[in-house]
Nanobody, 124 residues
Framework: QVQLRESGGGSVQAGGSLRLSCVGS??????????MAWFRQDPGKERDFVAA????????YYAASVKGRFTISRDNAENTVFLQMNSLKPEDTAVYYC???????????????WGQGTQVTVSS
């Protein structure tokens, strides 16, 4: 069993920064090598890919809309993945979800495990 819990969301003005964290737990998670990703979703819209990182951190991938502004990283000793978000824009407003799976993918359907989400609101 794998549990994921996000934190770090909040409200910020445009141009500001936030750092999201996602802690993984469970016997399966601590014994396996999981790729991790962040997705985001507005109400009534599809869940969109934001960033992904391989289990060892050697590979990362970003959506075009966040590349150069967001950075994904992980600390496997702490079972934690981070999303540093800089130069935030109002269009970054969404619920941000952490996801985990053995495979490294860009679509929501490729991930079996999800957190409950954390709200990010960027005001202009």
């Amino acid at each position: 069993q794998v549990q994921l819990r996000e934190s770090g969301g909040g409200s910020v003005q445009a141009g500001g920064s936030l750092r999201l964290s996602c802690v993984g737990s469970g016997r399966t998670f601590t014994r396996s090598r999981y790729a991790m990703a962040w997705f985001r979703q507005d109400p009534g819209k599809e869940r969109d890919f934001v960033a992904a990182i391989s289990w060892n951190g050697d590979s990362t991938y970003y959506a075009a809309s966040v590349k150069g502004r967001f950075t994904i990283s992980r600390d496997n000793a702490e079972n934690t993945v981070f999303l540093q978000m800089n130069s935030l824009k109002p269009e970054d407003t969404a619920v941000y979800y952490c996801a985990a799976d053995h495979a490294y993918g860009l679509r929501p359907g490729e991930y079996d495990y999800w957190g409950q989400g954390t709200q990010v609101t960027v005001s202009s």
